[in-house]
């Protein structure tokens, strides 16, 4: 049987956040018989760093630095260079903004294929990082993205549609059920609580549109609680919004909890209030959690939530109309019963484990089978 082939997998760091999870999730989960995962990182710190130890990893760290137009960033690239060659590595597959760059650059150097990640539509970049990140993923031989509208942005910035691929993210069922089912890390907010989990760092987000539609949704509700699981430098603004709005009594900022599916399990439903998405992993969550959910129309956002059947669609920047469906949800028991059971299903057919599993194998099979010799850039 022959030994298993080597992808690096090549990661800015490790820090709370929807692609990270997903990343650890991969590492954790990919078919050790046939591909074994080298993690790289130019910073060595995150809270999900635990859960890559768990999994038998320990990343390599090669300290880049917080920008990467710096003179040591050639230094670093040249080490990466000599690094995926000595260890007989196969495949670059960059997972980040900055790595996607590098990682492109390396892969080039090395003469090895490369994969980008891309599961945002960029709205955090500025200045000449979404220019690089654009020709970053021209040069690579595959884009990855995990929602259909990332996937016709990375056209429009002239990748060739042959070369983007879409890898819908996996949901451990088995492992959120678990969680479900313990009791929560502390104490959280009675029962039946309006539920948004998303970082406070970005005001894409939308949880100031989410406060001002809270405080029409007590005016009929008056028992309503929203539960905001997050944390980010944002917090004290938005907590200062709900005390100016008379609501903080109705509203429980819990910060950052690696509890979430017990929290879900104990609320009404899941909001999503954000002005961009690719494909959120705290809706797929609350899918899978059984509940309805009331999202903007942004993004990825459409792909999992189906307007009427598991949840409500909702126009960006419209509290009225975000405040209007949550009560539609709230007055009918039975109707978050049904929506919830859909929404479930949809988790179960279209973003398992086994689904995202199938997609990298043949991604990674694609691009590790017998090559012809590859031109390197800059090669005499």
């Given at each position: 049987m022959s030994a298993p082939v080597k992808v690096l997998i090549f990661q800015n760091r490790f820090r709370l956040g929807g692609q990270e999870r997903q990343t650890v999730l991969h590492v954790r989960t990919v078919d050790r018989a046939r591909y074994e995962p080298i993690v790289a990182v130019l910073h060595m710190d995150g809270e999900h760093l635990p859960d890559l130890a768990a999994a038998g990893v320990r990343p390599v760290v090669f300290d880049v630095g917080n920008r990467m137009l710096r003179p040591n960033t050639a230094w670093q690239l040249a080490?990466?260079?000599?690094?995926?060659?000595?260890?007989?590595?196969?495949l670059v597959h960059a997972q980040d903004v900055?790595?996607?760059?590098?990682?492109?650059?390396?892969?080039?150097?090395?003469?090895v294929p490369v994969v980008v990640t891309r599961v945002d539509l960029g709205h955090h970049l500025v200045g000449y990082r979404r220019p690089l990140l654009a020709a970053a993923s021209r040069?690579?031989?595959?884009?990855?993205?995990?929602?259909?509208?990332?996937?016709?942005?990375?056209?429009r910035e002239g990748v060739?549609?042959?070369?983007v691929v879409v890898v819908r993210n996996g949901v451990d069922l088995e492992e959120l059920d678990r969680i479900a089912t313990e009791p929560p890390d502390a104490p959280p907010p009675d029962p039946g609580g309006i539920v948004c989990i998303a970082n406070m760092h970005h005001p894409v987000k939308g949880q100031g549109d989410l406060l001002v539609a809270m405080h029409e949704v007590l005016r009929e509700r008056p028992d309503a609680h929203l539960v905001l699981v997050g944390d980010g430098l944002r917090r004290p603004a938005l907590e200062r919004q709900a005390r100016q709005l008379?609501?903080?009594a109705r509203c429980h900022f819990l910060g950052h909890r690696r509890d979430g599916p017990a929290?879900?399990?104990?609320?009404?439903?899941?909001?999503?209030?954000?002005?961009?998405?690719?494909?959120?992993?705290?809706?797929l969550e609350a899918m899978a959690m059984r509940l309805p959910v009331v999202a903007t129309a942004v993004g990825g956002s459409p792909e999992m939530v189906r307007d009427g059947h598991s949840g409500y669609l909702v126009p960006p920047g419209a509290p009225a109309a975000l405040a209007r469906r949550i009560l539609d949800v709230l007055r009918d028991p039975a109707l978050r019963r049904r929506m919830g059971e859909r929404g479930r299903k949809i988790v179960e057919r279209e973003f398992s484990l086994d689904q995202?599993?199938?997609?990298?194998?043949?991604?990674?099979?694609?691009?590790?089978?017998?090559?012809?010799p590859r031109i390197v850039y800059g090669a005499a």
């Open positions: 080490r990466i260079v000599r690094f995926v060659q000595s260890e007989r590595i196969a900055y790595t996607n760059v590098l990682g492109t650059i390396v892969a080039r150097l090395a003469a040069r690579a031989d595959r884009v990855l993205v995990n929602a259909v509208c990332i996937r016709d942005l990375c056209i060739e549609p042959d070369r008379g609501i903080a929290i879900l399990a104990r609320a009404a439903l899941s909001v999503s209030a954000s002005y961009a998405e690719g494909i959120s992993n705290a809706i995202m599993r199938l997609s990298y194998d043949a991604l990674y099979r694609d691009l590790t089978a017998t090559r012809a």
